[in-house]
């Protein structure tokens, strides 16, 4: 067996003394660096959230201002009709002059093409007599 002298008790009573505070050290700073994370995860999430949550209110806010933009022209519109006499002419001219742009995709998902095409913006225009019957229709820029 070892015959522990005054060497090597001082020894290991340094050992000890130097390897104790470093054990408590790595357990306290392993503990913290746990709560550590998942606080900074929470936080992290949290942040994200209210980033995206912003983003998307910022987006709907748009959409809806274009969508209050079309109808206010929309209106417009049904009042500038109102003005035309009830001529077919006149509904078909009207019925051309007011197309929109519509873009679409189609293709494959690996290649898809981007198409853009003018569409009328009413698919079908009607004057209705104070009778209550339908006098003109105007479907797909032709009068029916």
Not at 51 to 72: G, S
């Amino acid at each position: 067996m070892f015959k522990l002298n005054l060497h090597r008790k001082v020894l290991v009573a340094f050992l000890g003394l130097a390897l104790l505070p470093l054990a408590l050290l790595a357990l306290y700073a392993g503990q913290h660096l746990s709560f550590m994370e998942s606080f900074l995860r929470d936080k992290t999430t949290e942040a994200l959230d209210a980033q995206v949550a912003r983003a998307l209110k910022l987006r709907a806010e748009m959409v809806a201002a274009d969508v209050d933009d079309f109808l206010r022209a929309v209106e417009e519109d049904v009042r500038d009709l109102a003005l035309l006499p009830p001529r077919a002419d006149l509904y078909e001219q009207f019925s051309r002059q007011h197309r929109r742009p519509v873009w679409y995709r189609t293709g494959t998902d690996a290649s898809p093409v981007e198409r853009r095409e003018e569409v009328p913006l009413y698919a079908e225009l009607a004057w209705i007599g104070p009778e209550g019957r339908e006098r003109l229709r105007i479907v797909d820029g032709q009068a029916v």
